[in-house]
């Protein structure tokens, strides 16, 4: 291990290596001809479906294959994309694959077509046959559930035809919104001077030391929002109410039913998870209390939620250097799974990180995997703030997840969102637990603000997400919510969810947040809060048995894209998730920093 401690420079390439892929980046013909290939076996498989019956063995077969293909293609189309934004090969590349993976999914409603003609004796046959080996078995939950959902849809030519209008009628309306979200400009006027933000900028000024900044962008942000509401409200009324009249058709009457199917978790889980984030809230309302007081103020404003705390303003942030991220990454990850440490280290040494601070890249952090080569790459730009740290063990997580699951047929590696964000938040709290440990006095109380700043977001932000979206929903279902309802529905949401601790709140939220304009996904909130309780559960579980731990989560990240997360947690750590003491356990111990923000605070 001593390699790990003293590494040599040149053991930790800043840049990626793409070529040990496809070589020739993106004037590739090695990658041009894998997608040519791909686009003419997508486009066969598609004409097969509709011609014929192909045997359910045959289907799977072609099925795994394309689809592992394509997501290789993708994969590699979007390294190619991020490393460069101005590499227009790269962009058309990408719209390449997208076109090929449009026909893959248009094929697909075939294979829901076939899965449901086949009988009950000669699909469970099928299932069983031992001749379909390991690969059969683990695909088997996945095929069953897209049968059973399949069947409770409305007849495939219908879903269709519901497919075929949605391209312009119910994913228009997201477009809608990112056009005009779009335009929105934020006027400020500060000493006679004015200046014009974007969104995205107006963000950052919330999180400005000076608070009457933060004001100041803050007001100017909601008239901003304000200008355009009225157009806002039909569009989230119309998305809402194209869903919605889906549901009613296909007979279903519970409009949480799709997320919760999409995350493979019941009802009675969820609320189980918001009782137990309830029952901890008033520790974390003891904590923006403190925060309040730090700055002054009598109780925080929305926008002070995320301002900084700093006990030296001017005191410049203790950067993390490359080699010493590596370093602290490696030993932690090693402590917890000697596999997990041992594959971080190859991915630092085999050129899968790109990290280097340049210009022309994409902002952000993501890993992506290659299922056929069987290796992943993560892409970020390693700044050494303490946020870039927690990024690359964030996106190592995710790397050791892809590597656990690498074995499996494709189909059975899709885990869903409720469960995507396990093993890279659980990577991010290891971390977070050394770095606070090793943090110089100063530095201290802000990166326990980091921390809790978090909490604040899961438990309280995201519940108010939610909450809003229930009780719109349910509106809605009796007619057009108008705007001013809107607004109000939204307050009630931010203050239930936050306690009534905050001195002023956001009820154009419904419009200046994108999330509830996705129409890929319904209610993408709940799920967040679920992945982040997730793996404070996981780490609890660790810290409780670390010897016995590997091995438990080695065998639970297999199983995520094949169970339902009920199963999943019974299975591997006997835990029953339908019961809130559960929960309780998981979100005592995401809040167990408090106390120790608490004394720095009084410092
Ligand atoms: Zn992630």
Redesign the pocket.
Known sequence: MSDILDPKPDESPMRWDLDAIFPGGSRSEVYRDFLRDLERDVRAFAERLSRDEPSLAELVESWEDLAARLREAAAFAECLTAQDVHDAEATALSLWVREIAAKFEAALADVDRILLAADEAAFRAFLEDPAGGEARRAIAPVLEERRRRAAQKLPPEQERLVAALGADGYHGWHAVYAEVAGRIRIEVEHDGCRETLSVAQAQNRLEDPERAVRERVFAAYERAWDSLAHVGAQILNHLAGYRLTLYRLRGWDDFLREPLEMNRLTRPTLEAMWAAVEAEKPTLVRYLKAKADLLGLEALAWYDVDAPVLRRPSAEEQKVPYAEARRTIVRNFSAVDPEWGALALRAFREGWIEAEDRPGKRAGGF?TSFPITGVSRIFLTYGGTKGSFATLA??LG?AYHQWVVRHLPVLAQGYPMSL??TA?TFAEIVVQDRLLEEAAAEERLSLLDDVLRRAVAYFMNLHARFLFEVEFYARRREGFVPREELDRLMEAAQRRAYRESLSSYHPLFWFSKLHFYLTDVPFYNFPYTFGYLFAHLLHHTYLEAPASFADRYRDLLRDSGRLPVETIAQKHLGLDLTDEGVWRRAARHAVRHVEAFLQEARK
């Open positions: 890993c964030h996106e995710h995507a964000e890279s």
